[in-house]
């Protein structure tokens, strides 16, 4: 007849319907039964089931008020798949999830709840969490990308200059918000001269135009023994800038009509940052 009572039950998992070994035991203590009929957990977390394999449940149980041995209720109750494939530990094969295979909206850009599952926020990957291998080519478009600050920087070949203004370098950068923009000029000046050479002078400066050069002297070597005379020269200004995409340019020029002036190593940096900074 159906029992009724307290009973110690262990549920033994096999991977036979007969004999075998166990593959592991949930015992539950004082487990309530009416008419043969009960209800409890069962956890076997550290069991690695397979797709495919078959298990069995054998059934041990005494009085909940005994610490005797177990009877076993014969035969064993086999299991089929449907328990453990309501929630997979992990998505079987090499491809993963494709792109096909999601619903569209099922992955959005925030959770309802994080963290301690009662405040939402945006989504957040943990640093270090994605790296390159993981990335396919262009998955990410390059307008999505902004560094804090922003930084960019561009490098010119050997020139001479002229009396008209003359580009030497220019970067591109893009401001996510208003802000300003700090830019650096650098370079070397090679300076020829004959013995007839005046004074040379050579005008260097920092714009968001091509060209333009103002009247200030960046560079000047007076009247002396020819030869040739190597001026480092570094220049430096600041721009407000609005939310887009900015170019701005190293120019420079000559300002006297005798000798030549080589530039050698020119480069151009641009550093972009917040109005709040």
Do not use: C
């Not at 307290?6 to 033994?12: E, G, K, S, T």
């Not at 409890?40 to 054998?58: H, R, S």
């Not at 999830?97 to 909206?105: D, H, I, M, N, P």
């Not at 990335?135 to 010119?156: Q, R, Y």
């Amino acid at each position: 007849m159906p029992a009724d009572g307290v009973f110690d039950i262990d549920f033994v998992l096999f991977p036979t319907a007969e004999g075998g070994a166990a593959l592991a035991t949930h015992s539950a203590a004082d487990v309530g039964v009416q008419g043969g009929l009960f209800a409890t957990e069962l956890d076997y977390t550290a069991v690695p089931f397979a797709i495919g394999d078959q298990y069995w449940i054998e059934l041990r149980v005494r009085p909940g008020a005994s610490t005797g041995g177990f009877q076993q209720l014969l035969p064993r109750q086999k299991i089929t798949p449907a328990p453990y494939a309501l929630a997979a530990r992990y998505v079987v094969g090499t491809g993963g999830v494709s792109q096909q295979a999601l619903a569209a909206g099922a992955v959005g850009t925030q959770l309802p709840l994080q963290g301690d599952g009662r405040s939402a926020s945006p989504v957040r990957i943990a640093s270090g969490g994605i790296t390159g291998g993981y990335l396919a080519a262009n998955s990410i478009a390059s307008d999505k990308l902004s560094d804090e600050p922003g930084v960019a920087s561009a490098n010119g070949g050997f020139t001479y200059l002229e009396s008209t203004g003359k580009v030497l370098a220019q970067v591109t950068i893009n401001a996510p918000a208003a802000g300003t923009v700090l830019l650096i000029g650098h370079m070397d000046l090679s300076f020829h001269r004959s013995a007839a050479t005046p004074n040379q002078i050579v005008y260097v400066g920092l714009y968001n135009s091509p060209g333009t050069v103002a009247g200030n002297a960046s560079a000047y070597v007076p009247a002396g023994t020819p030869g040739t005379d190597v001026r480092t020269t570094t220049t430096s200004t600041i721009y407000n800038v609005a939310a887009g995409s900015h170019t701005f340019y190293l120019n420079a020029r000559e300002g006297s009509s005798t000798g030549d002036v080589q530039v050698k190593y020119p480069k151009l940096q641009a550093i972009y940052f917040r109005t709040a900074y």
